[in-house]
C-alpha cells in the first residue's frame, strides 16, 4: 500500500493521529504500521534506525549527556465495530485513538520534526503490547537488543489524559482451590460440597480492606478481588473442586515476593497457585529529565493505577512514566475516542520539554 504517512500528515499530531490508527494494526498483525513507520523514520538523516521483528527504533546520536526514551506500542486490541476512524467534532473516534495510537502520534511527530533535542531520544513503536508478554517487542528487545533500551529516563505514551501517571502498580494473579468429595445430589450428604466450601474464600473478599499507599506524593490504591470461579461436574453431581481465580494489584513498594505472601495469609488454609505475577515501579521523579519534564507539564503527579510497561524500564534501573493524551477509561471500549485539543496540548507539552533552550 501508499504509505499514508505523508510529510503533511508527519507534521501535524492530530492528522498523524487518524492515519495511525487507520492502519490496521491489531496484536500479531503489526508488519503493515511497522512498514511504515519505518519508511518514514530511515529517510530522517538526523536518526539512526533499525528494526527488530515488528519493533521500530530510531536515535539520535548527538553527543548529549543524558538519553531518553519515548516509547509506544504499535498494536491495538480487536476492533468492535469501531474501525476505521470518524470524526464528531473535537474528537477522534475509533480503535486505537486513546490506547495508544496518539501517543505513538507524538512520538513519531517529533522524530521526524525535532532534529537537536536538548536530550538525545531513543524512538520505540514496539509490537504486541495487549497480549501475552512473551510478544512484547519489549520482552523481545530485552533479549535481543539490550542497548537499544538503555537511557536516563522513559515515557510511556500510554493514555493518562494529560497528566503524569508515575510509576505503575504490580499484579499477581492466582487460584484459589477448595476440595470436597462427589456424591449424588440426591443424596448430598454422602458428599462435600466444593463450592459451598468457597463461600469462605468470597467471604475473605468482601471483608478484605485495602491499602492506600502514599510514595513520593502518588497515592497508589491496592485492590484484591476474585474475577473468575468455576466448579460443578453435572446437574446432579455434588462437586469435589472449586477454583476462585483472584487478581491482586498492589503498590509499588511490595516486590512480587512479599504480594505473593500477603496473598498467601489473606487465604490461609486454602490451596493457592501463583499463576502470573509482575512487579510494579516506583514513581521514579528523582531523576532530572523527570523533574523537568514534571515543570513542562505544569502539574502534580499521581500514581498509575494499573500495570504498564514502565516496569520494563524500572526492573533495568531506569525511571520511567506514564503521559499521553488518551483517557485510560476509554481505552478497549467499543465508543473508544480521544480529545482533538489533548493531542495538541500533550505534543506542545512534549515539545517544550525536549526543544533547545
Known sequence: MQNPLTPEVLADPVALTRALVDI??????EKAIADCVEEVLRAVPHLTTHRYANTVMARTDLGRAQRVVLAGHLDTVPHNDNWPSTMRGDLMYGCGTSDMKSGVAFALHLAVTLPDPRYDVTYLFYEAEEIESRYNGLTLLADAHPD????????LLEPTYG??????QGVLRATVTT?????????SWHGVNAVHAAGEVLRRLTAYEARRVTIDGCEYREGLNAVGIHGGVAGNVIPDRCDVEVNFRYAPDRDPAAAEAHVREVFAGFDLVVTDSAPGAAPGLDAPPAREFLAAVGAAPIGKLGWTDVARFAAMGVPALNFGPGDPNLAHH?????ELTKIRDGAATLHRWLAPA
Do not use: M
Open 163 to 168: 497528566i503524569v501517571e508515575a510509576g505503575c
Open 148 to 155: 537499544w533500551l538503555t537511557a536516563d529516563f522513559a515515557v
Open 334 to 338: 467499543r465508543d473508544e475516542h480521544v
Open 24 to 29: 490496521e494494526s491489531v496484536s500479531l498483525n
Open 179 to 187: 476440595t470436597g468429595a462427589r456424591a449424588h445430589a440426591a443424596r
